[in-house]
């Protein structure tokens, strides 16, 4: 009862805000821009070079519209919705334990860090044509390239969040007679949980960037397939769109994967708030 | 604090003298190899009585953290020997638990756990061990305040929790390097009288370290004066005024300001030296020392 009292105050707070007022304003000022833009074709003699190429908002909702009610688009959703939710899984069922060995082993971290770092700063893009060959499907080869963009972002938060754990909080474990697993699974964790939550917040932004292109290059999966509808996802789905010349589906693609980062993000940040109750304020 | 004065009451009636026997036998520790080699603690010799109180106090680095060090394990002796209970220290152990000056309650765990992170880590979560730690939560203060994290407690409570947090594992020594600094006046003063109301009631063998001579009076059995660096003790002052003590009976009775102004007197000529050889905090300490001797 309590914790909706305060969700119902804390959002009449929002919205009675400036901050709010001034976020609605400023989108409203953007719409009306590029409605206009779009509608006019040129401003005052002066033709937009990118404005006046993009079809209209309300012509883009409207496509929305049709879209919501189109299984095909739904399918193309679900299709990258489950490479991510593939790629991002595996990036953390291997990338966490990964980056706490490497925190707490010197040996290990001194075999593999190295090698880390060397294929690191590869682009997971650039990765496309290997996995293409390495993997036996394509479904394989995309859901690679998208636990390449996550796993990276995941180990690096890992390691720097176990290695600034305070070294007092070792001693004060010690003293009190904690053994090494104790350590581990009191301290060690629950001090890299922050950092955990952090990464895995960034690094599944990553996998929607990545999984829209490796979309977009490898033709979208299963071989064969003409159109978004057999197993495109929504990256081809853009492509197809773009190759078809439907500029409004374009565009419609382009923002209802924009909200799947958005949501995904803040589904993550709901889940590391409840895990880490520790950092909410008061 | 009418509670705290029937706890302290209660604790006179039965004083149980518990904990180990420390004794540190011509002690030195030099820092850096050879030539280099810079001595911070000079053939230091004193005794840390069996459930007393001992409080050391000196000018401010003069290698009090490090004589800290050496008892509680962290660090070696360049030479002498440091013997708790004739046994030799050869490193950190269960037996002592150091509270330092900064907090190191886990973020983590809520003020109960982690006053029980210590019988939980020896596989100790017993009623008797529950029962104990609400004594505890009780007896600093902290029982409504369980369920909040550190970043959820003020200043002054979360040196409490980890008061408590030492005290439940039932240390032989407990050893507090300048537990209260920081913390403003008010603050302060509340904090020494929870301390000393926990001293009261259990009873170990402690080692307090300060640089404020007013809180020592007020908690020591022993006050330990170091000279400046390298350190040794300079003189031994036992303090004999009755338990429990009240902050306001200590700093108007005669016998605590005698010991006053010796420890005062002491501390000046050790602070001198150290001003002869450069050094700028012992400038602060002449100054308000000159001002004090001159108004009375």
Request: contains cysteine; hydrophobic residues 45%; proline residues 5%.
């Amino acid at each position: 009862m309590n914790a909706i009292k305060g969700f119902v105050l804390k959002t009449i707070s929002f919205v009675t805000g400036e901050d709010f007022w001034r976020g609605i304003v400023a989108i409203i000022v953007f719409l009306l821009f590029w409605e206009t833009g779009s509608r006019s074709q040129s401003w005052f003699g002066v033709a937009f070079p990118w404005v006046s190429q993009v079809p209209a908002p309300t012509a883009v909702l409207q496509e929305m519209y049709r879209l919501i009610q189109d299984p095909s688009f739904w399918h193309s959703a679900y299709l990258s919705t489950l490479r991510v939710t593939e790629g991002f899984l595996a990036a953390m069922v291997i990338g966490i334990p990964l980056g706490l060995a490497m925190a707490v082993s010197k040996t290990f971290y001194g075999i593999s860090f190295p090698v880390f770092e060397v294929l690191r700063p590869i682009p997971p893009l650039a990765w496309v044509p290997a996995a293409i060959i390495f993997w036996p499907t394509q479904e394989l080869s995309i859901a690679f390239v998208t636990f390449l963009g996550a796993f990276f972002t995941i180990v690096i938060n890992v390691i720097g969040g176990a290695q600034a754990i305070d070294v007092r909080y070792f001693q004060a474990a010690r003293s009190m007679g904690s053994s090494t697993w104790d350590i581990f699974r009191r301290i060690i964790l629950p001090g890299t949980l922050p950092s955990i939550v952090v990464g895995a917040t960034v690094g599944i932004g990553i996998t929607w960037a990545v999984v829209v292109a490796a979309e977009m290059i490898s033709g979208g999966g299963s071989a064969g397939s003409v159109g978004g509808a057999a197993g495109g996802g929504l990256g081809f789905f853009i492509w197809n769109s773009y190759v078809g010349g439907s500029y409004t589906q374009i565009v419609a693609g382009m923002i209802s994967i924009g909200m799947a980062g958005y949501l995904s993000s803040a589904i993550l940040r709901k889940i590391g708030e409840w895990m880490t109750p520790w950092l909410a304020e008061g | 604090m009418q509670q705290m004065t029937q706890l302290s009451s209660l604790a006179a009636s039965k004083p149980l003298s518990v904990g180990s026997e420390i004794k540190v036998n011509n002690v030195s520790k030099s820092y850096g190899a050879d030539n280099f080699a810079k001595e911070v603690v000079h053939n230091c010799s004193f005794t840390i009585d069996r459930g007393k109180l001992t409080v050391m106090i000196g000018p401010s680095g003069c290698g009090k953290s490090t004589l800290i060090r050496l008892v509680a394990g962290f660090e070696r002796p360049t030479s002498g020997t440091i013997t708790i209970d004739d046994k030799p220290v050869t490193g950190p152990g269960v037996d002592r638990l150091v509270v330092f000056q900064e907090t190191a309650l886990f973020p983590w765990m809520t003020t109960y756990d982690n006053i029980m992170y210590g019988p939980r880590a020896r596989n100790e979560d017993t009623a008797e061990m529950r029962g104990f730690a609400e004594t505890l939560l009780q007896k600093v203060g902290l029982s409504a305040f369980r369920k909040k994290y550190p970043s959820q407690l003020s200043g002054g409570m979360q040196r409490r929790a980890e008061l408590a947090r030492s005290m439940i594992n039932k240390p032989n020594v407990m050893i507090l390097d300048e537990p209260f600094r920081g913390l403003d006046a008010m603050t302060k003063k509340l904090m020494q009288e929870y301390y000393a109301n926990l001293y009261n009631e259990f009873r170990r063998t402690t080692f307090f370290v300060t640089t404020d001579i007013d809180e020592a009076i007020y908690l020591a059995d022993r006050i330990l004066i170091m000279t400046n660096i390298p350190t040794r003790v300079r003189a031994v002052i036992d303090v004999n005024l009755p338990r429990p003590r009240q902050v306001e009976n200590v700093v108007e009775s005669d016998e605590a300001n005698a010991i006053k102004m010796q420890a005062l007197g002491l501390l000046h000529e050790e602070a001198m030296k150290s001003f002869a050889r450069g050094s700028k905090a012992a400038a602060d300490f002449i100054d308000a020392y000159s001002k004090r001797v001159g108004k009375q």
